[in-house]
Structure formats: C-alpha cells, structure tokens
C-alpha cells in the first residue's frame, strides 16, 4: 500500500538507506524526542524498509550508519559520484510500473 502513491513517479537512479539498529539509535542524543522516535515504531518501519529493498527495480544502497559522520559521507560522496557518471545521459524511468 506504502508503494501506491509513488507509480508512475520518476524513478530515482539511487535510493541511499542509512541503517542505524534501533537500539543504537536509541543511544545517541535528542532520542525520543520526536513522537515517532520509539524502539518499537523505529522496529516497525526498519522492517517495512527490509521489505521495500527486495524490489530490485529500484538501485537500493544500504549505507552502515554506526559509523563515525566522516565515513557515511565519504560512502554517499562516492555513491552520488558513481551513480551520476552513470546515469548522467540515460532516459529517466517511472517508478514501480
């Protein structure tokens, strides 16, 4: 159902996932302070996201989010670089059709 709104959009070349364990998440600073912010929610779209990246139509990256701010920017700099010189004069596509 999450998916129905999106047909027909443009596809996107990639789709960066930045995965953080829940309970990790809950350790860092600010936590629980925006209403969505609970472990079990958190558990709960983690899972839904599992789910939407077995769609191999769409270029999903999973992008280690424990580590330190440096080496998730250096890993989505490299991802939106190579990504660009690849795509840069292909046609756009729809999403999920």
């Known amino acids: 159902w999450c998916m129905n709104p999106d047909v027909g959009l443009p596809k996107p070349d ?10 990790m998440a809950a350790n860092r600073g600010e936590y629980g302070i925006e209403r969505y912010e609970t472990s079990a929610f958190q558990r709960s ?6 789910e939407l990246m077995q769609d191999s139509s769409v270029n999903w990256k999973v992008i280690d989010a ?3 701010i440096e080496e998730v920017h250096k890993d989505i700099k490299l991802l939106s670089e190579d990504i660009i010189s690849l795509t840069e004069n292909q046609p756009v ?5």
């Open 45 to 50: 779209v983690h899972q839904r996201f599992e």
């Open 14 to 23: 990639l789709v960066m996932f930045l995965q953080l364990n829940p309970n």
């Open 66 to 68: 424990a580590r330190t």
């Open 93 to 97: 596509g729809e999403l999920w059709r």
